[in-house]
C-alpha cells in the first residue's frame, strides 16, 4: 500500500495511507448520497412555484396534515399501551405462560403492516367471514345492522399498532431489566401501591428507552404506504404517490416530499435530544434485580390475556387466514412468474444489504480511524436515512437523476444524433442506492455495535506488527464482528423485502417484485392471490426476528 506523508497543524509528520485517503473518500461519498435525497426534495419544492404549494394548501394539504397526525398519535398511544405494559408484566411478574409469551411478543415483527391490512380486509371486510357467517346466522340483511368498517383510519392504526409495538416492547424490557429494586421497594414501603410505584417510579427511570421506541413507531408510521394506501386513508405517504404517478405533477409530489421529510428530521432530532439528556443514575454501590411478583387467580388471567392478545391478533390469527387465502388464491408459487418475483426480491435485497453493510464498514472504521468533526458530520448525514421515509428518498433521487437522464439524452441527440433514453432513471442501480440510504442507520447501529467490542489495544498491537489501517480492518476487525454484519445483512434483506413505496416508484419497467405483486392484487381486490406473496414475505421476515428472540431467550 503507498505510504503518504502528511503533515499536522504543529508541523510534525504524520504517516498514513493511500487506503485511508481512498476510505475518507469513500465515507464522504456515502454520507453525500445519503444527504441529496433531501437536498433535491428542498431543491425541486422551491422551484415548484408557489402556485403549486397554493393549490396543494387550498385542496389536499390540510386533510393529509390532519390525518396523518391523526395516525401518528393513535399509533404512539397504542404502541407505548401495548408495548410498555407488556414489558411490564413479563418482565416484574411471573405468570402461567410467561416463558413463553416474552418471546412470543417479538414475533409480530416480521410482518409488514399491509400484510396484516390484506388478512384482515378478508376476515372482517362485509364480503368476509365474519360478516358473511353473522349474516347467515341471524338473517340479517346489509343494514340491518352496524359493523366496524376496517377500511378506516382505526383499521390502518390498529394494524399499525399490531406491528410496531415489538420496538417498544423490547427497549422498555431491557430498561426494566437495568433498573434496580431499590428505589421500587422504597416507593412500597412509603405506602404506595404496585401500581402508584410503577406509575412514579419504574415509568420514569425507563422514559429514554421508552420514547426513542416509540418515536420509532412513528417514523415508521409516516413512513407507510401499503396499509393506507390499501384502506384508503390520504397521508403525506399516499400523496406523494398520487402526484407523482396519477397527476404527473412533480412539483407537487416534491412539495409534499419535503413537508414528510420536515416532519421526519423533527422527529429525529427530538429522539436524539431526548436520548441525550434524559438520563438516570442507580442509588447506591449494589445493584439488586427486581424479584418477580407471582400473580395468581384472575390477575394471572389478565395478564395473560393482555400479553396473549398482541401474539394472536398480531401473528397467529393473519398466518392462519393468509394460509386458508393462500389455498384458493390459484397462485402458483413454483411457477415461472412467481420465481421471476422472488428471483427479482432476492437479487434487490442480495444486492442492496451487500452494498449497504459494505457502506457501514467504511463509515464505521473511518469514524474509528478517523476520529473528529468531518468524521462525526459524516457518520451523522450516514444516519439520516432511517428517518427518511421510502417515497421521499424515491422523489428525492429521481428528480436530479432524470434531468441529468433528460440533459445527456438531449445533448447526445444534438451532437450525435443517438437518444441515450435514461441510463440511470428507472435502473437497478437507482433503486439499489435508494435502499441504501434508507436502511444504512440499521447496518451502521449493528457493526458500530460489534465494534465496541473490538478494544483499542488490539488496534495498537496490530499497527505496531507493522500492519496497515487496512490490513487491521480485514485481519482483526471483520474476523470479530462476523456475527454482527451477519445480523446486518440479515436485517436490510429483510427490510428490502418488505419496502414498498421506494420500490413501486422506482423499479425498473417490468420488473416486480413479491412486495409490488402483493399489493397489485390486493389493489384489484384479488385478496386470495396476495396471500401467496405476502407469506413468502413473513417467512423471510421471520428469520432476524428468531435472531431477537434467541437474545430476549438469553436475557431473561
Known sequence: MTEIAE?????????????????????????????????????????????????????????????????????????????????????????????????????????????????????LDHPGIVQSTLREITGWGPRDYWFPEIRSIWGAAIMLILVLYPYVYLLARAAFLQQGSAAFLAARTLGNSAWTAFWKVSLPMARPAIAGGVLLTVMETIADFGTVAYFSVQTFATGIYTSWFSLADRSGAAQLALCLLGFALFLAVLERVQRGRAKYHQAGKGHKVMPPARLTGWRAALAFLFCAIPVLLGCVLPVVVLFNMGLSGEQDLLGTRYLGFIRNSITLAGTAAMLTVSAAICVGFHQRLRPGRKSTIATYAARLGYAVPGGVIAVGLMV??????????????????????LLVTGSIWLLVAAYMVRFLAAALGAYEGGQSTVHANMDAAARSLGETPLGTLRRVHLPILTPSLLTALLIVFVDVMKELPATLIMRPFNYDTLAVQAYRLASDERLEGAAVPSLVIVAVGLLPVILICRQVGRNR
Open 7 to 123: 503533515f499536522t497543524a504543529d508541523g510534525s509528520r504524520r504517516r498514513t495511507y493511500g487506503g485511508v485517503r481512498l476510505l475518507s473518500l469513500l465515507t464522504y461519498g456515502v454520507a453525500a448520497a445519503c444527504l441529496l435525497p433531501m437536498l433535491a426534495v428542498a431543491l425541486a419544492a422551491m422551484t415548484g412555484g408557489t402556485d403549486t404549494i397554493s393549490h396543494l394548501w387550498d385542496t389536499v394539504l390540510p386533510r393529509y396534515s390532519l390525518t396523518t397526525l391523526a395516525l401518528v398519535t393513535m399509533v404512539a398511544m397504542g404502541t407505548f399501551a401495548v408495548g410498555v405494559g407488556a414489558a411490564w408484566l413479563v418482565t416484574m411478574t411471573r405468570f402461567p405462560g410467561v416463558r413463553v409469551l416474552e418471546i412470543a411478543l417479538v414475533l409480530p415483527l416480521a410482518f409488514p403492516a399491509y400484510v396484516l391490512a390484506y388478512a384482515y380486509t378478508y376476515l
Open 400 to 421: 436530479p437523476f432524470a434531468a441529468f437522464d433528460n440533459a445527456l439524452d438531449a445533448w447526445m441527440r444534438s451532437t450525435f444524433g443517438i437518444s441515450t433514453g
